[in-house]
């Protein structure tokens, strides 16, 4: 696992659009797995920069995001694909045909998720996976559990993520209780994945993820069995990394 740490969350979006980039200079139909959340905003943006500077081309990439919460319809405000239009998709040249996300709505959820999955499947599957992580350790919608879902699945929120992700809505009761997320198994064959964290309230989860033991119980630790992690954390989010005394040396940059 390779751990970049900038100094604060603006360099560590920087550092997030630049790797990003550089995907996509190497291969231009990247196919991009896509996160939402506060973390990944100034991503966003600096990748909108990028391109409205003529330094990105979205032509040819493909992307997928990686979960949206049931119930809600894409104009809804509060859904995530608002949040990707708004954020993200309407500022840059990506085919609409290319970009994917999982519906907030489904008929028949199970052939919904298996859909995804084969769509995935058949853009050759995904190169370059952008996370965040939940307080709880949670990456997409994987919560906490005695045991996760490897493919794409409705799942229930929990109380700790619906608490997290109440500050987007008008109160605590209008979060969806539930949502559909790509699995462990979709994230973890993602080629090459870059995941944020920042500010004080994700050093827990980064130093149980980064750290602590491989368990279902904090689902981002499983990132430690993937062959290649890049982690770009905020000097909050490591506060709690016991490998901080020896970063000058030990890790690959310092801020
Ligand atoms: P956040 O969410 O970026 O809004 O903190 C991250 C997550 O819950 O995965």
Redesign the pocket.
């Known amino acids: 696992m390779e751990v970049l740490l900038a100094r604060d969350y603006h360099q560590l979006s920087q550092m997030a659009a630049r790797l990003v980039a550089a995907a996509i200079k190497e291969k231009p139909a990247l196919t991009l797995g896509l ?1 939402t ?4 905003l100034g991503l966003y943006r600096e990748l909108v920069r990028l391109y409205q500077e003529g330094e990105l081309d979205f032509s040819q990439v493909v992307t997928f995001n990686l979960d949206e919460y049931y119930g809600l319809f894409p104009d809804d405000p509060c859904s995530y694909h608002y949040y990707m239009e708004t954020n993200f998709f309407q500022h840059v040249n990506l085919r609409r045909e290319n970009i994917h996300l999982p519906p907030g709505r489904a008929e028949d959820v199970t052939a919904t998720c298996a859909a995804y999955e084969a769509a995935i499947a058949a853009a050759g599957g995904i190169d370059l996976q952008v996370l ?3 307080r709880n350790g ?2 997409g919608f994987n919560e906490p559990g005695a045991a996760l879902n490897a493919t794409t699945h409705l799942i229930d929120l929990a109380p700790e ?1 619906i608490r ?2 109440a500050r987007f809505f008008a109160s605590i009761n209008a979060v969806p209780r539930q949502a559909i997320s790509m699995g462990m198994g979709s994230i973890m064959k993602a080629r090459r994945i870059l995941l944020l964290a920042s500010g004080r309230d ?1 050093a827990w989860a980064v130093a149980a993820a980064l750290e602590g033991p491989v368990t279902t119980r904090v689902p981002a630790s499983l990132l430690q069995l993937h062959p290649r992690v890049t982690v770009i954390l905020d000097r909050a989010a490591s506060r709690q990394l016991q490998g901080k005394a020896n970063r000058d040396e030990g890790w690959p940059m310092c801020y």
């Open positions: 996160a959340g506060a973390t990944p965040g992580i939940g949670h990456i993520t997290a992700n994700k």
